[in-house]
């Protein structure tokens, strides 16, 4: 429970720095899907986990059925609703109500999902993802599916489908600051640094196991993007940073298996400080290796020459 907790990379924190940094795509593209599968994977195992915590049952025998069950259910009912939503808002109320609107939505995505036993959080991201994506789905298709008249004339439709994006970009964009102020306050409030004392042992082991893990991983998967500079080697080592999941996850096991994991929110704070620390570093690092070897290529260059 406690590696599924602290396993994941956050996205939200990746794309920041990846935007920052001067980096090679195919570098860029891996740490994206590395930070992007990673929170998916956290939710649904520390879910999973809860779930035969509570039920019992066979370990293995769930994982291997229950939760690629549970994860083609929650992706199919958030994209159908991604789907329909972003056609028949227009139609329901003014522009001036789609955020409250919207937000509605995904309250009663995320519980029903729940309800049923699935991820709700999957499945509100798969929710979030389909409404900014969406437009890139031709209308007229749409129309056939859901049996929404579209207007007469392509550009009508062009403008209200950029409208509707931009307004929905703009409510997830808002609304993703405010889960995160308020994840990460509720976390200030929830951890009691004192904790670690009595889990001194743990909280070392733990930190020292995500660096060990990252270094191996980054050694074993090198081939796949060509990691021939040691600039890539030390972004990719060091661009690992925990951060809303690992902490929204840290509170509902605290709260779902009680006293026993009294520690998990301070041991969630300290990696998440440890980790983007580390990035804070690398990305000097990797900033200044940039510098040098842009001010040293003329030198080689002419040397060669």
Known sequence: MVGAVLGCTSSSIVLPVLQQLEVRDPLRVILLIDSSLGDVLAVTTVSALLDFGVGGGSLVGGFLVGVPLKMLASLAAAILAGALWSRVLPLLSEKRF???????????????????????????????????????????????????????????????????????????????????????????????????????????????????????AVKASR??????????????????????????????????QGKQFDFLPALAFATIVVTNVLVIFGSIWAKRGGRLEAELAPVAENTAR
């Not at 994840?183 to 070392?204: P, S």
């Not at 929204?248 to 096991?253: G, N, R, T, Y």
């Open 223 to 256: 081939w796949s993007w060509g990691a021939t500079e040691r600039r890539d080697q030390g972004i990719a080592l060091s661009v690992f940073p925990r951060g809303l999941i690992t902490a929204v996850l840290a509170i509902q096991v605290l709260n779902a």
């Open 98 to 216: 789609w955020q409250a609107v919207t937000f509605s939505v995904v309250l009663l995505l995320y519980s029903g999902t729940e309800a049923a036993g699935h991820s709700g959080l999957l499945s509100v991201l798969a929710f979030g993802l389909t409404l900014a994506n969406v437009r890139r789905i031709d209308p007229r298709l749409l129309g056939i599916f859901f049996f929404v008249d579209r207007p007469r004339k392509e550009n009508q439709v062009h403008q209200q489908q950029q409208e509707h994006h931009v307004q929905l970009l703009a409510f997830y964009s808002e609304m993703a600051f405010l889960v995160r102020t308020f994840f990460f306050v509720l976390l200030g409030v929830v951890v009691d640094v004192r904790d670690l004392k009595g889990h001194l042992l743990l909280t070392l082991g733990s930190l020292g196991a995500l660096v060990v893990a990252r270094a191996v």
